[in-house]
């Protein structure tokens, strides 16, 4: 029943009708480790190969060290039929899932009879998600792959899709002078880098082609791509040939270079833990149960602030350089954001221009006055230039928001999001690669007026999750109580990203053409 009930979530179907969805034969996969068997949807007509070990589960002494390669052989058949748990973080997305350190799986998601004689090897479609790198997994059934493959056959172009764990918070994250001189850095995004790795030596064995890669990733999973293209200085380990970005990029979001920063917050977390008098602070919070380190990061101060750093190593230095001296690697790629990005970053009560400023300047600690001015002229208060169009050209809210709120948030989906994926697409044209950039406009149903086409928007668009699978009972499901345009847009959308994925061509198709349910 356990499983019956996880495949109806992530097919969208009821609990009473998933009994058509399993084959008799379910598929099986040999690799060099052992042998996965999988489970089949007849309506779907896909397999599921669901919580496959792509890492040493990272606990004990791995914990905060970078993630080892899988090393466990197996005889007979190992059970790929339901999801691993999701990494350990804090925030709303961990909320209905389980939880462990033991959380490195991946999962894949591939037309039926996707072997080397009837598809020749399918391009491969990596998702990894967001969350600020405190929240999110691979699990989340709002990153319901099997609707996007679905699409793909019925286009013609068939693709296979992956979903991916990750660690996150101080689990994935921890930065301090101990942590640096350990060598164990960013091990969230190296867990990401060895799933990518694992899927390069065996994605042949379930019907993909290892040459034919895209990593796809939406906010922090934008920037974990951005950041894979950027990575060891921009070397190319031949792990993906593609990438597609959406609200965030190889631009870092955050200020990547924060020592002292980092290194009052790792004394923090050992104080609470109890490590700080240790000889070995870092091995001690290695040897702490779970549950009390677990306690001790799920605080409000340092649950929600561990970000990528540079490292001198995966990440070399700042991506605005690498940018400028062209270090990155050389793929095409597809990135774009949402027209209103700053709702859901911009402060509320911005009533007039001195707090505006005042913020502005919070934000920035090292911005003095003058630029400060200078950043003021350029996002003038006037509503007609700011973002929230569909609020009209006139109108300001009222509290909680503020007058001036069009304006904050105008400022602040430029600096978290737009500006620096404008430099990303002028980079690229500058070097002659193929860059397809986007402006994302529609607004779905659980969004307010004062949301406007916010983070996160796009998501169940591209995916073409028209049933709303994952959307939590307290968020109307994106497209309820929308005009058809919608879902065909949502269908038109899909479409270019699997042509993406498939030809790097997102040349436009016509509505007619497309699948329709």
């Known amino acids: 029943m356990k499983l019956m009930l996880l495949l109806s979530l992530a097919l969208g179907v009821s609990s009473i009708s998933i009994a058509r969805h399993i084959h008799r034969s379910d598929p099986v996969v040999t690799l060099r480790n052992g042998t996965y068997k999988g489970v089949h949807s007849s309506q779907y007509k896909q397999d599921f190969f669901l919580g496959i070990p792509y890492a040493q589960s990272p606990t004990g002494d791995l914990r905060f060290r970078n993630p080892k390669p899988l090393d466990a052989s197996w005889k007979g058949e190992r059970d790929a039929t339901t999801f691993s748990p999701a990494c350990v973080g804090y925030g709303a997305s961990?909320?209905?899932?389980?939880?462990?350190?033991?959380?490195?799986?991946?999962?894949?998601?591939?037309?039926?009879?996707?072997?080397?004689?009837?598809?020749?090897?399918?391009?491969v479609a990596v998702w990894i998600y967001g969350g600020g790198f405190a929240q999110g997994s691979g699990i989340d059934l709002r990153y319901n792959l099997s609707f996007i493959v679905q699409e793909s056959v019925a286009l013609g172009q068939p693709m296979l899709g992956i979903t991916l764990n990750y660690r996150l918070s101080a689990w994935g994250f921890l930065q301090g002078d101990e942590v640096r001189n350990s060598g164990d850095t960013n091990v969230g995004l190296r867990d990401q880098r060895l799933a990518l790795q694992w899927i390069q030596e065996n994605i042949a064995n379930f019907g993909g082609d290892p040459h034919?890669?895209?990593?796809?990733?939406?906010?922090?999973?934008?920037?974990?791509?951005?950041?894979?293209?950027?990575?060891?200085?921009?070397?190319?380990?031949?792990?993906?040939?593609?990438?597609?970005?959406?609200?965030?990029?190889?631009?870092?979001i955050s200020?990547?270079?924060?020592?002292?920063?980092?290194?009052?917050?790792?004394?923090?977390?050992?104080?609470?833990?109890?490590?700080?008098?240790?000889?070995?602070?870092?091995?001690?919070?290695?040897?702490?149960?779970?549950?009390?380190?677990?306690?001790a990061i799920n605080t409000t101060a340092l649950s929600s602030i561990w970000f990528p750093q540079i490292d001198g190593d995966m990440i070399a230095r700042h991506s605005s350089e690498q940018l400028k001296d062209g270090a990155f690697v050389h793929v095409p790629?597809?990135?774009?954001?949402?027209?209103?990005?700053?709702?859901?970053?911009?402060?509320?009560?911005?009533?007039?221009t001195e707090i505006f400023k005042r913020a502005i300047q919070g934000s920035a600690p090292l911005m003095n006055a003058s630029f400060a001015d200078r950043v003021l002229a350029a996002y003038p208060d006037d509503p007609a230039q700011n973002v929230l169009a569909n609020l009209?050209?006139?109108?300001?809210?009222?509290?909680?928001?503020?007058?001036?709120?069009?304006?904050?948030?105008?400022?602040?989906?430029?600096?978290?999001?737009?500006?620096?994926?404008?430099?990303?697409?002028?980079?690229?044209?500058?070097?002659?690669?193929?860059?397809?950039?986007?402006?994302?406009?529609?607004?779905?149903?659980?969004a307010t007026p004062l949301d406007g086409a916010t983070h996160f928007v796009e998501v169940a668009f591209a995916m073409l999750?028209?049933?709303?699978?994952?959307?939590?009972?307290?968020?109307?499901?994106?497209?309820?109580?929308?005009?058809?345009?919608?879902?065909?847009?949502?269908?038109?959308?899909?479409?270019?990203?699997?042509?993406?994925?498939?030809?790097?061509?997102m040349s436009a198709v016509s509505l007619d053409t497309l699948y329709k349910p």
């Not at 050209?393 to 709120?405: I, K």
């Open 94 to 123: 961990q909320m209905g899932y389980n939880v462990s350190e033991d959380c490195l799986y991946l999962n894949i998601i591939r037309p039926s009879g996707s072997s080397k004689k009837d598809y020749g090897g399918l391009p």
């Open 333 to 352: 790629i597809l990135i774009g954001t949402n027209s209103d990005e700053g709702t859901s970053f911009s402060p509320k009560g911005v009533n007039n």
């Open 212 to 252: 034919k890669v895209t990593i796809w990733g939406q906010s922090a999973g934008a920037a974990s791509v951005g950041m894979h293209v950027m990575a060891y200085n921009g070397r190319d380990d031949k792990l993906f040939r593609s990438a597609i970005m959406e609200s965030g990029g190889p631009v870092a």
């Open 255 to 295: 200020d990547p270079d924060r020592k002292g920063y980092y290194q009052a917050a790792y004394q923090n977390l050992t104080q609470l833990a109890g490590c700080s008098k240790a000889p070995d602070s870092l091995g001690c919070l290695r040897s702490l149960p779970y549950e009390k380190l677990n306690a």
């Open 465 to 505: 999750n028209l049933l709303g699978v994952g959307y939590p009972p307290v968020r109307t499901p994106p497209f309820e109580g929308k005009p058809p345009g919608y879902a065909n847009l949502a269908r038109l959308m899909s479409s270019d990203w699997i042509r993406f994925v498939n030809t790097g061509d």
């Open 392 to 446: 009209g050209p006139t109108y300001r809210p009222g509290p909680p928001y503020g007058a001036q709120y069009r304006r904050a948030a105008t400022y602040y989906g430029d600096t978290q999001f737009i500006a620096s994926q404008r430099l990303t697409c002028e980079t690229w044209s500058a070097a002659g690669l193929t860059a397809y950039c986007f402006r994302f406009n529609a607004i779905p149903a659980w």
